[in-house]
């Protein structure tokens, strides 16, 4: 079961070539931890030089089981970060398998290898039902995480992008908030079993955690 004593090193990171993945690989860096990042071969090129040069990778796809069993093994905790924006037919990308499928294939490989603490990263607003067919996938992906025996914690982060000038732009201060607050409840007892949901009124609902409170 999970302790607030165990000392996590590596830690297995789906998600990790994104825009708030290189954020959280460089905050599980900061915190001690050793990032092994699950990949798609041809896609090392998106792993930041900095971030490389202090990780682990392992080629793989979320929907493939195997692969995800070959880069969880060994690993003491799992920050699930990945998921498709846009679904991509043609490709085999659908919400279905890149949410729930790839999720489902997380949450066994953990219960295969006995890794206990689980990080979700989930979508403000998503839920079960829901009419949107991606807040629909998301919500269940969630569900399936919420309903194991892990030790999880789940955030649910609001859009990180602010409206300058008229135009969208990324707010580096959020995603460092953010990060930081994920890669600090890895070892924080006190995050099990939580939601932290951001709206759009209150962008950093996790602000003290990150700081260490």
Not at 19 to 34: E, P, S
Not at 68 to 80: K, L, P, R
Not at 167 to 176: C, D, F, G
Request: hydrophobic content about 40%; charged content about 25%; overall charge positive.
């Amino acid at each position: 079961m999970y302790s607030a004593f165990m000392q996590y090193n590596e830690i297995f990171v789906t998600g990790g070539t994104g825009l708030l993945g290189r954020y959280v690989c460089r905050a599980l860096i900061g915190h001690g931890f050793l990032p092994r990042l699950l990949v798609r071969p041809g896609s090392e090129g998106k792993i930041e030089p900095d971030v490389r040069a202090r990780c682990r990778v392992t080629p793989g796809d979320l929907t493939v089981r195997e692969g995800v069993e070959m880069g969880t093994q060994g690993t003491s905790a799992i920050v699930h970060l990945a998921g498709a924006w846009k679904e991509r037919p043609r490709q085999g990308i659908t919400f279905e398998k890149a949410h729930v499928h790839a999720t489902a294939n997380v949450l066994h490989s953990a219960s295969g290898w006995g890794i206990d603490r689980l990080i979700f990263i989930g979508v403000a607003g998503a839920r079960p039902g829901d009419p949107v067919p991606f807040l629909d996938s998301r919500g269940r992906a969630e569900a399936l995480v919420r309903g194991s025996e892990l030790s999880w914690t789940v955030f649910r982060p609001a859009p990180w992008y602010d409206l300058r000038d008229g135009k969208p732009r990324v707010s580096t201060e959020y995603l460092a908030e953010l990060a930081g607050a994920i890669a600090e409840s890895v070892h924080r007892q006190d995050t099990v079993g939580r939601v932290y949901e951001a709206a759009s009124t209150d962008r950093f609902p996790w602000k003290e955690l990150s700081r260490g409170s």
